[in-house]
T-cell receptor, first 113, second 112 residues
């Protein structure tokens, strides 16, 4: 059974640009959540999607957005990049029913220069 | 606001030692507590605990949850250099969405 797949693995962008990251969850999982990991703040919740609907959003500016497709794949977009957006972006996939574990992808390392 | 505090933040031990990592939490509508191991990038799942007092075990690792005192511990016995990693504690709270609140992690270094 394939795990959670994130692409690309690495990205270097310039301030002011925008970026799109992709996450394919484990087959059968309908919940995809996104996290930003930085050395100072640890892992912080960005948002969660379930069946193409955003169910919850963390305390991040509107420059951070996402969506989910009918096949449960999810994308997140960051517009007008800032140096402080440099981080490891992780997505997690979890099952649809009851209280289940979340499994993480390898992450996308974004560097903004 | 949900909060998870892990201690210690870092720990250096020798191979063969036993370690105990701590996690305390404050969360609205607690559903579960999860432990992850992060070596390079992807946190890998270790345990999920939902009931108080029931120990989960996997090889040399074990964990237990105390819902009354709002904490959990992760024990690693007979540590090996391969156990060197950051151990993350997360809680799943709220209702109607899947949102994990993480602690800052404990960085464990096991030296030969």
């Amino acid at each position: 059974k394939a795990g959670v797949t994130q692409t690309p693995r690495y990205l270097i962008k310039t301030r002011g640009q925008q970026v799109t990251l992709s996450c394919s969850p484990i087959s059968g999982h309908r919940s995809v959540s996104w996290y930003q990991q930085t050395p100072g703040q640890g892992l912080q919740f960005l948002f969660e999607y379930f069946s193409e609907t955003q169910r919850n959003k963390g305390n991040f500016p509107g420059r951070f957005s996402g969506r989910q497709f009918s096949n449960s794949r999810s994308e997140m977009n960051v517009s007008t990049l800032e140096l402080g957006d440099s981080a490891l972006y992780l997505c997690a996939s979890s099952g649809s029913f009851g209280v289940t574990e979340a499994f993480f992808g390898q992450g996308t390392r974004l560097t903004v220069v | 606001e949900d909060k998870v505090v892990q201690s210690p933040l870092s720990l250096v031990v020798h191979e063969g030692d036993t370690v105990t990592l701590n996690c305390s939490y404050e969360v609205t509508n607690f559903r579960s507590l999860l432990w992850y191991k992060q070596e390079k990038k992807a946190p890998t799942f270790l345990f999920m605990l939902t009931s108080s007092g029931i120990e989960k075990k996997s090889g040399r690792l074990s964990s237990i949850l105390d819902k009354k005192e709002l904490f959990s511990i992760l024990n690693i016995t007979a540590t090996q250099t391969g156990d060197s990693a950051i151990y993350l504690c997360a809680v799943l709270g709220g209702a109607g969405s899947y949102q994990l609140t993480f602690g800052k992690g404990t960085k464990l270094s096991v030296i030969p």
